[in-house]
């Protein structure tokens, strides 16, 4: 088996500061994304990468870059924290089985700005 | 709009009921149906899923009921155990499964009550 590690766990930081989370997997897998999980309005998809220096924008990527400089590893920026802003932000990693993808998530960066 | 919706929010059941969870959608091209398990503190994971063609699939305790010309699918948990309780989310995609075009209900929050 495989897992998603993200760091750090537990981000605080101050409004308008730039801000970056790392996500490392060892499934091998090809396709890495970012979602970010607000309390009561589920997952919303931020960037995904098909592969290796590849990246597309999500429905939620303003505000936000990302990198994707190696298969195992894909980071995301806060461009400008929002004051009072309160997320989780999920890893995931995937594999394609029976013709549909299944996604492995980590356990998450829980984001508070000050 | 939003084009996965769960219902309800948060559900209480007592130890060894049947725990019913809803999910409906709008947009006809949906064709896969992955429901995804929170616990706290972890990122979700898949539990079981669904393709349009079928109108049941069963998982042990878990079954998904499907009827595609109501648009609409349940999750149902027999014998609930306290284990259980979890944030279940319903997603949905277009043929193929892509998760780059995943759309995620809210959840819902279920507790088991021993």
């Known amino acids: 088996g495989g897992i998603i590690t993200q760091t750090p766990k537990f981000l605080i930081g101050q409004e308008g500061q730039k801000l970056t989370l790392k996500c490392q997997q060892n499934?091998?897998?090809?396709?890495m994304y970012w979602y970010r999980q607000d309390s009561g309005k589920g997952l919303r998809l931020i960037y995904y990468?098909?592969?290796?220096?590849?990246?597309q924008k999500g429905d939620l990527s303003e505000g936000y870059d990302a990198s994707r400089e190696k298969k195992s590893s894909f980071s995301l920026t806060v461009t400008s924290a929002q004051k009072n802003e309160m997320a989780v932000f999920l890893c995931?990693?995937?594999?394609?089985?029976?013709?549909?993808?299944?996604?492995?998530f980590g356990a998450g960066t829980r984001l508070s700005v000050l | 709009q939003q084009q996965v919706r769960q219902s309800p929010q948060s559900l209480t059941v007592w130890e060894g009921e049947t725990a019913i969870l809803n999910c409906s959608y709008e947009?006809?091209?949906?064709?896969?149906f992955p429901w995804y398990q929170q616990f706290p503190g972890e990122g979700p994971a898949l539990l079981i899923a669904?393709?349009?063609?079928?109108d049941k699939k069963e998982d042990g305790r878990f079954t998904i009921f499907f009827n595609k010309r109501e648009k609409k699918l349940s999750l149902h948990i027999t014998d609930s155990q306290p284990g259980d309780s979890a944030t279940y989310f319903c997603?949905?995609?277009?043929?193929?499964?892509?998760?780059?075009?995943?759309?995620f209900g809210k959840g819902t929050l279920l507790t088991v009550t021993p």
């Open positions: 995931a990693s995937s594999i394609r089985t029976g013709g549909a993808d299944t996604l492995y």
């Open positions: 499934f091998n897998h090809d396709t």
């Open positions: 990468s098909i592969t290796e220096n590849d990246l």
């Open positions: 947009n006809s091209a949906f064709d896969y």
């Open positions: 669904i393709r349009s063609v079928s």
């Open positions: 997603a949905a995609s277009p043929s193929g499964g892509s998760n780059y075009k995943l759309t």
